[in-house]
């Protein structure tokens, strides 16, 4: 409610002039009674006026991009020159460490022992390598990251669609794997004359680079597997068909290694990789995505029927 006054000056009376008026005030009361219900009304007026205008404001956030459902005649699965011509020469590189270590074992064949342990114990880290970089490319990191953001990517979309790994052509599973061979391994094997050393470095190198058609063969059906392949899954010699299948099921936190498999059971039952995760997540605050529950990132999503 409000109250205003109205002031009316003194003004001549139209018959006597020399007679006046009295000065009047004039009080006007007005009213405004706002109801419960119009006042509802309104706040809905302001609340639609704000969703509308956040509506129409572009997002903070980029939305993340849906990864493109694989095909089987996906032009990405299937080699090129270039990557064969990586794998050439990281297969060469190999070569050239081996065969340094062969040459000089001919000359001497005191060292036959040596070099042999040697490329024994590096088969055997080459597979520990391959756990501890495929558990850290699994729960850290994502596609921007510096120098392995797209094997990240390569990776997480393996575990959506892991039977477009079988479907790759060979130079094209190994090529990005060859690159860096050829940049790490040749120059040791052109300088390294050590027979030990080069060993090492060679049986290493062949591990890691041939790790992902061993991982490869781990997807593949026993039917359409080599008998040799078959063997040495069987034997232990590489990952198994069955060993590596459990990592791709909840909860998706074991099961790492992928050169021979190894150190999985060593891995798992001591919980070597949950005590890393609560280390980085104490010192850094980072969690690891196998904490989380697993969603369609990790989800399985068979091969379309009838391909």
């Known amino acids: 409610m409000s109250i205003s ?4 000056s003194v003004f001549r009376h139209p018959r006597d002039p020399h ?12 009213c405004a009674a706002t109801t419960r219900q119009s006042r509802k009304r309104d706040q809905q007026v302001v609340a639609a006026d704000e969703l509308q205008l956040l509506s129409s404001t572009p997002p903070l956030v980029i939305p993340t991009v849906t990864q493109k459902k694989p095909v089987l005649d996906d032009p990405d699965l299937q080699s090129t020159w270039t990557h064969r011509a990586w ?7 190999i070569l050239i460490s081996l065969l340094k270590s062969a040459n000089s074992v001919a000359v001497d064949p005191n060292l036959s022992l040596e070099p042999v342990f040697a490329g024994l114990i590096s088969y055997l880290l080459a597979d520990l390598g391959s756990g501890v ?18 094997q990240i990517e390569a990776f997480q979309g393996h575990h959506r669609f892991p039977w477009t790994i079988t479907r790759r052509e060979f130079a094209n599973n190994l090529h990005a794997l060859a690159r860096v061979i050829t940049f790490t391994v040749l120059p040791i094997g052109l300088v390294s004359n050590e027979p030990v050393f080069n060993a090492f470095v060679g ?6 680079m041939f790790s992902q058609q061993f ?5 593949g059906t026993k039917s359409k597997l080599p008998s040799v392949v078959l063997a040495l899954q069987d034997s232990g010699v590489l990952v198994s068909r069955a060993e590596h299948g459990a990592h791709h099921h909840a909860p998706y936190n074991n099961n790492y290694c992928i050169v021979s498999g190894a150190w999985n059971k060593i891995l798992d039952e001591n919980n070597v990789f ?5 280390i980085l997540y104490f010192r850094l ?10 969603n369609s990132d990790w989800t399985e999503e068979s091969l379309p029927m009838g391909q």
């Open 87 to 93: 794998v050439a020469s990281g297969s060469i590189s």
């Open 215 to 219: 991982h490869a063969w781990a997807h």
């Open 19 to 30: 007679k006046c008026c009295r000065q009047q005030f004039t009080a006007r009361v007005q």
């Open 133 to 150: 970089y495929h558990w850290a490319i699994d729960n850290y990191g994502d596609a921007t990251t510096p120098l392995v953001g797209a």
């Open 274 to 278: 949950e005590a890393l995760e609560m």
């Open 203 to 208: 049986m290493f190198g062949g591990c890691i």
């Open 5 to 8: 006054l109205q002031y009316k």
């Open 285 to 294: 605050g980072v969690r690891p995505r196998s904490w989380s529950e697993p």
